[in-house]
C-alpha cells in the first residue's frame, strides 16, 4: 500500500506515493531521477549509494523512504550551485580522483 510521504531532496520538496518498502535510493534514482547515487552491493558495505540526510552521510540503500521524509537530503546533483562545481568536485577533476566514475557520488 502507497503512503504520500514529503521528501526534501537539493532544496526541493516533492511530494510522492510510495511504498513502505521501498528503499531512499530506490525513490531517488526511479521517482525522482536522481541517478548519481548508486546501487553497488545493496547491503550498505560499498557507499556507492552515500547521500547526506540532515548534513550526515548515510547509506540510501539501507534506509527507507519513509524514514527520510521531512529529512534534509543531499546528493551528488545537489552539490553545485549556481552553475559552479562544489569544492570537492573541482578536487576530483584538478587530481584526476575518477576512475571509472561507479562510486565517485558515494
Avoid: W
Wanted: hydrophobic share 40%.
Amino acid at each position: 500500500m502507497k503512503q504520500m510521504i514529503t521528501l526534501n531532496v537539493n532544496g526541493g520538496s516533492y511530494e510522492l506515493a510510495v511504498d513502505s518498502h521501498r528503499t531512499l535510493l530506490e525513490v531517488l534514482r526511479t521517482d525522482l531521477g536522481l541517478t548519481g547515487a548508486k546501487e553497488g552491493c545493496d547491503m550498505g558495505e560499498c557507499g556507492a549509494c552515500t547521500v547526506l540526510m540532515d548534513g550526515e552521510p548515510v547509506l540510501a540503500c539501507l534506509i527507507l523512504a519513509m524514514d527520510a521524509r521531512d529529512k534534509d537530503i543531499l546528493t551528488i546533483e545537489g552539490l553545485a550551485g549556481n552553475g559552479e562545481l562544489h569544492p570537492l568536485q573541482k578536487t576530483f577533476v584538478e587530481y584526476g580522483a575518477v576512475q571509472c566514475g561507479f562510486c565517485t557520488p558515494g
